[in-house]
Nanobody, 113 residues
Framework: QVQVAESGGGLVKPGGSLRLTCRSSRDQFRFHDMGWYRQAPGKSRELVAS???????HYASFAKGRFTISRDNEHKLVYLQMNDLQVDDTAVYYC???????WGQGTQVTVSL
């Protein structure tokens, strides 16, 4: 069973930054596209950003220009650098291999004054 652990969330003020980290136990990690998702209260889970095996990032419209996804294949890590955070970014953030449901506990991001 694949295990995923997300970390790095917290409480920040609007305009602040956070760096999320995802550690995956998935075999052949380097051969999987990886993604960060989020789920806000009362809303469906949505894709925030994904990164291909060639390390090309794709972003949801709300994340473009503010968030950066990256990966460390040697250590099976995926990062999400989030800048200029806004109240609407408040959610639990998860990561998984694209096409799979390796959901961990997620990490809570709260943006509030």
């Amino acid at each position: 069973q694949v295990q995923v652990a997300e970390s790095g969330g917290g409480l920040v003020k609007p305009g602040g930054s956070l760096r999320l980290t995802c550690r995956s136990s998935r075999d052949q990690f380097r051969f999987h596209d990886m993604g960060w998702y989020r789920q806000a209260p009362g809303k469906s889970r949505e894709l925030v950003a994904s990164i291909t095996i060639g390390e090309y990032g794709h972003y949801a419209s709300f994340a473009k220009g503010r968030f950066t996804i990256s990966r460390d294949n040697e250590h099976k890590l995926v990062y999400l650098q989030m800048n200029d955070l806004q109240v609407d970014d408040t959610a639990v953030y998860y990561c998984t291999a694209i096409g799979y449901e390796d959901w961990g506990q997620g990490t809570q991001v709260t943006v509030s004054l």
